[in-house]
């Protein structure tokens, strides 16, 4: 299975912020998107969710050679700031979850199970989601994505605010998930994309290039594309 994007644009009045961008990701790899802050990286993942609607270009799932267009069952999307329905409890909310797509959900597990993978303590399963901490809410979030098991996950920088512990079991679970599915994971934190993921992406001036991870080991390699980040923020 590969995710192909093909001559994707988007502008904002005169701001080009995505330049024709074409890209093929495969299955089973887990793909950093560099970019700093305000690269277009939040774009892309919208334009891709079909929450923004682009203004050129395409892109669809090959699957053993022969395309096809992209449903919203394919694709699953964390965002950086988790949106949780708060008048729920993480129980309620899991069940409602679990009842609403019932018939697609493979290996179907209890809510404890579930609350057990993502490391949820049992005093916490049945708080309002309004008293979860933002780390907590972020779990609930990747949770229900996981459960669903889209072709495609967009990760939005969703390990940036989050403290050391929670961020390395949410890494540890993205690596064991990765099989079976392409993995996106956008952050503007080098050393956080070369410790998670296979591939790295440059998103830069509104294009799409890749990075030999191999050579982001060499610090010279790692002050050019800092300085190529840093001359995006002056352009």
Do not use: W
Not at 53 to 69: H, I, S, V, W
Not at 141 to 160: S, V
Not at 165 to 187: C, H, P
């Amino acid at each position: 299975m590969r995710f192909v994007i093909d001559h994707l644009s988007k502008h904002f009045e005169k701001k080009e912020v995505l330049k024709e961008i074409t890209f093929t990701f495969e299955e089973g790899k887990i793909y950093g998107l560099l970019g700093r802050n305000g690269a277009g990286k939040t774009t892309l993942f919208n334009c891709l969710n079909r929450d923004i609607r682009a203004d050129g270009g395409t892109f669809f799932l090959d699957e053993n050679g022969t395309p096809r267009e992209i449903s919203a069952e394919d694709i699953g999307y964390v965002l950086s700031t988790p949106t949780v329905p708060e008048f729920l409890t993480g129980r309620e909310f899991l069940k409602f979850f679990l009842d609403i797509n019932a018939s697609s959900i493979q290996n179907l597990r209890s809510l404890d199970e579930y609350f057990d993978m993502m490391s949820i303590a049992p005093e916490d399963r049945d708080k309002l989601l309004k008293d979860y901490s933002h780390g907590m809410k972020n779990k609930m979030q990747m949770l229900i994505n996981i459960i669903a098991q889209p072709k495609i996950l967009l990760l939005d920088e969703p390990l940036t605010s989050l403290d050391v512990v929670v961020a390395e079991e949410m890494k540890q679970l993205l690596r064991s998930q990765k099989d079976g599915k392409i993995t996106i994971f956008s952050t503007h934190i080098m050393d956080l994309a070369l410790d998670l993921c296979d591939e790295i992406v440059l998103l830069s001036h509104g294009v799409l290039e890749v990075v030999e991870k191999s050579n982001l080991d060499n610090q010279e390699f790692k002050e050019k594309i800092i300085a190529a980040l840093k001359e995006e923020s002056y352009a």
